[in-house]
């Protein structure tokens, strides 16, 4: 909502007399209620003659209800069978059934011969993709030009999805999956060179269509060949 003209005299009636109607409803509240502000301005009631562990048996016997009937329905709970619904109990066998990195569509085994394991393998999935072959060879080039600093450096270019299985550090969750985001995708009302385009085009540049030009008037019009 954009800010008031404060300057404009339209708006300054306006707020002079939302400033008069708010002073009227304040008087006309302190007028209704005057009795009672006055009683708990002076201070001077009659005192009860309560004491602290009166408040605080009377706060016990407003609980004592719900304690009994809390009481009544946890003992006719406790009288009831319990539901099993856990049918199934997974042992040591099937921990890895549908939570490997196979099943859950991470990798392919045949891509990653080290996901081809059976499921009563207990042990650890690999935490790092399988390095290509031409990259790997970057190692063991000659070391002035490759070697290990060349084969981190081409890594280091590669987004994390693409060397690992799972985000390693909470520092990746910022880079992790950047192909799915927005911002990678190319904007849909972006600028486009349309004289640069439409120079190197097969036809060269042509005219705009006839929608593109405003309406005529209401009258006698001549006739367009199309």
């Not at 109607?21 to 509240?29: A, F, G, S």
């Not at 009672?36 to 003659?49: F, K, V």
């Not at 600028?191 to 036809?203: D, E, G, M, P, Y």
Request: charged letters at 30%; one cysteine or more.
């Amino acid at each position: 909502m954009p800010l008031l003209d404060i300057t404009n005299p339209a708006v300054i009636i306006f707020l002079k007399e939302n400033y008069e109607k708010e002073n009227r409803l304040r008087l006309n509240w302190t007028n209704k209620h005057r009795e009672a502000i006055q009683h708990a301005a002076t201070l001077n009631r009659e005192p009860t003659g309560y004491f602290e562990t009166d408040v605080i048996a009377h706060n016990m016997k407003e609980g004592m209800t719900t304690i009994t009937r809390d009481h009544v329905v946890a003992g006719y709970n406790r009288r009831k069978v319990p539901l099993r619904d856990g049918k199934f109990i997974t042992g040591g066998d099937n921990l890895r059934q549908g939570h490997s990195i196979a099943d859950v569509k991470l990798g392919d085994p045949k891509e990653d011969p080290r996901l081809a394991r059976p499921s009563k393998d207990l042990s650890l999935d690999p935490p790092m993709r399988p390095v290509k072959p031409e990259l790997k060879e970057v190692i063991y080039k000659s070391k002035p030009e490759y070697g290990r600093d060349e084969y981190l450096k081409k890594r280091s270019k590669m987004w994390p999805e693409n060397r690992f299985y799972f985000a390693e550090c909470s520092n990746w969750e910022y880079g992790w999956r950047m192909g799915d985001s927005e911002l990678c995708q190319k904007p849909l009302y972006g600028r486009c060179w349309h004289l640069t385009r439409t120079l190197r085009s097969r036809v060269g540049p042509q005219p705009d269509p006839l929608h593109y030009k405003s309406s005529d008037l209401p009258g006698s019009s001549k006739c367009v060949a199309i």
